[in-house]
């Protein structure tokens, strides 16, 4: 780990195609965002690999809020092991900040999966740190994010 990431990880008592499933479900990800920033999905379809592009709905966290549009450039995908995308303005330069979710079966009679969630802002321009406030999520808001997580695997 680097100075411009944080990563957590947890055990989510669920096998890794579940967990997958829900967070290759653009809809989905609402549910596992402890800040209320993502909003919707903008007419997403499901990712089924890299190079795809999907839109989200965000406010922003401060007052006023405001809405805008993300697109997030998926960058990392093995079906039911990896998923990840790096997060772009909506018609800008990449923003420089990526999420990476890691899933790693636990070998047991347990149907359980040790899930890894990378935020990584190494690539932000100094503009786009000040622009964006980045880093704008820390270790309590990922571990948050994989408690949410575990819930929303089970509905």
């Known amino acids: 780990m680097t100075d ?39 007419n997403a379809s499901p990712v089924t690999a890299a190079g795809q592009v999907f839109r989200m709905n965000m406010v922003t966290r ?6 805008y549009l993300t697109e997030h450039h998926v960058d990392a995908f093995r079906h039911n092991r990896l998923i990840g995308w790096e997060v772009f303005p909506v018609d800008g330069d990449p923003g420089g900040w990526s999420w ?3 899933l790693t079966p636990i070998e ?3 149907k359980r999966t040790q899930v890894a969630l990378t935020y990584d802002w190494s ?28 819930q929303a695997v089970k509905k």
């Open 123 to 150: 690539k932000t321009s100094p503009e786009n740190v000040a622009r964006f406030g980045i880093p704008d999520h820390d270790s309590v808001d990922l571990e948050a994010c994989l408690a949410r997580l575990a």
């Open 4 to 42: 411009a990431q944080t990563r957590v990880t947890l055990v989510v008592p669920a096998k890794p195609g579940r967990i997958f499933d829900l967070l290759a479900t653009p809809y989905r990800l609402p549910e596992i965002d402890p800040t209320g920033s993502t909003i919707s999905d903008d």
């Open 108 to 110: 047991d009679k347990k």
């Open 62 to 67: 401060a007052a006023p809020q405001t809405k």
């Open 100 to 102: 990476r979710f890691e």
